[in-house]
């Protein structure tokens, strides 16, 4: 089975890339797409793109153009609960569109990307992964030791923490303090991000799996002293451990 890879970041291309064997390039809607094997695993890589349009897009492809019947997304994102730290990691088992909904008395009434309560209603709310994949996710990285990121690079030179729990999607670079503790209350969301609210919605589309593995920068509303190039490069090569070794078991 082919599983495509989604990376945020460009170091993380890179890491995946050099250890793509037989790789061979198209490229399609300006996006690079690497077709090859990863440790001996049919994969596609590819940049995801900033924002739930253009991840849904690459998705898509990576689906119909490229036969993918499973996808990961890794990357960045900012921390909304304060007991993470930099550099440390958030699985998705659900994702939450928090900038869908219908507004109302200038209050978003958050609903279910994709349907309005009064034309196709839902008592949905996100997708969450299925259980039986979480269950096998989670007894491949237990016991899992990831490099630790360097204090240069935001880290407190330990091996990062992986978690279980929600991420957040939306088309919105949360930069504010009230914001992050208001999603943190309402939706009990461990990181927000940009993009996996929309590869979740496209891969349930086509009845395939999806993964969101996330990589925290910071506390979303803090500004960080961290060296953002070092700390590219240090999460890259903790997400690629990540993704490699999860490859295997989708």
Known sequence: MTVGLLC???????????????????????????????????????????????????????????????VVLSGVAGGLDPTLHVGDVVVANRVIQHDAGLVEDDTLRRYQAGHVPFINPTEALGHSMDPELLA????????????????????????????????????????????????????????????????????????????????LSDLAGHDSSLDFTAFAHGVAAISARLVRALVPVL
Do not use: S
């Not at 899992?144 to 990121?149: E, F, K, N, Q, R």
């Open 8 to 70: 945020a970041l460009p170091e993380e291309l890179t890491h995946l890339g050099v250890a793509l064997a037989d790789a061979r390039a198209t490229e399609l809607a300006h996006v690079r797409f690497d077709e090859g094997t990863l440790d001996g695993h049919p994969v596609v890589l590819a940049g995801a793109g900033m924002g739930k349009v253009n991840a849904a897009v690459v998705t898509t492809l990576l689906i119909e153009r490229f036969g993918c019947r499973a």
């Open 136 to 215: 096998t996710i989670r007894a491949r990285l237990d016991g899992m030791v990831l490099p630790a990121l360097p204090a240069a690079a935001g880290g407190a030179d330990r091996p990062p923490r992986i978690a279980y729990g929600t991420v957040l999607t939306g088309d919105q670079y949360v930069h504010c303090e009230t914001t992050r503790q208001r999603l943190v209350r309402e939706l009990n969301g461990l990181a927000v991000e940009m993009e996996g609210g929309a590869v979740a919605q496209v891969c349930e589309t086509f009845g395939i799996p999806w993964v969101v593995v996330r990589a």
